[in-house]
């Protein structure tokens, strides 16, 4: 069974440019979450994708957008970069059933 | 703003000695969670407690929750220096479905 991987673990973007991090869900798992983690702080909920459709969205503006495939992998991808989107983004999967597994990660920069 | 807050922010005590840290909250739950990270990596499940139970354990872990209080502690007992980690408790609001709502973390320093 393998877990969550993100890709990629670092990524350094200008201000204004466009992201798109990828996520792979543990096996099994149908639904995906996104998190933002601002340092020091505890993680944000993005939204969440269950069987490809989006299934509840925190307090993001549309400029945050996500994607889940057939296979339940996942994209979150952000439009017009800005400095306080430098964070720790994190993808999880899960069942239907509560809990998480988390990926690593991925550390993006905005300069 | 987040759902729990936990307290304290940070822990520094020596190994073998246990930590205790709390959480509060301030809606109705469905169930609340606990999660480590270290290094500012990914979040490790530790464990879940369900809003109809008051005590849980595993390992070295003891969580507490009195939804009448709306707060929750997690306890480790005899700390190991691998134990060093920032410690988040996580609630999943009724109706949410699954969606969980973060605390601030407490980060505990375990030292040999």
């Known amino acids: 069974e393998t877990g969550v991987t993100q890709s990629p673990t670092h990524l350094i973007k200008t201000r204004g440019q466009q992201v798109t991090l990828r996520c792979s869900s543990q096996s099994g798992h149908n639904t995906v979450s996104w998190y933002q983690q601002a340092l020091g702080q505890g993680p944000q909920f993005i939204f969440q994708?269950?069987?490809?459709?989006?299934?509840g969205r925190g307090n993001f503006p549309p400029r945050f957008s996500g994607l889940q495939f057939p296979n339940y992998s996942s994209e979150l991808n952000v439009n017009a970069l800005e400095l306080d989107d430098s964070a720790l983004y994190l993808c999880?999967?899960?069942?239907?059933?509560?809990?998480?597994?988390f990926g690593s990660g991925t550390r993006l920069t905005v300069v | 703003s987040q759902q729990g807050e936990e307290d304290p922010q940070a822990l520094s005590i020596q190994e073998g000695e246990n930590a205790t840290m709390n959480c509060s909250y301030k809606?109705?739950?469905?169930?609340l969670q606990w999660y480590r990270q270290n290094s500012g990596r990914g979040l490790v499940h530790l464990i879940l407690i369900r809003s109809n139970e008051r005590e849980k354990h595993s390992g070295r872990l003891r969580v507490t929750l009195d939804t009448s209080k709306k707060s929750s502690s997690l306890l480790i007992t005899a700390s190991r220096a691998a134990d060093t980690a920032s410690y988040f408790c996580a609630t999943d609001v009724e109706a949410a479905g699954n969606k969980l709502t973060f605390g601030g973390g407490t980060r505990v320093l375990v030292k040999p």
């Open positions: 994708y269950y069987r490809e459709e989006e299934n």
């Open positions: 809606t109705s739950i469905n169930n």
């Open positions: 999880a999967s899960s069942t239907q059933r509560p809990g998480y597994t």
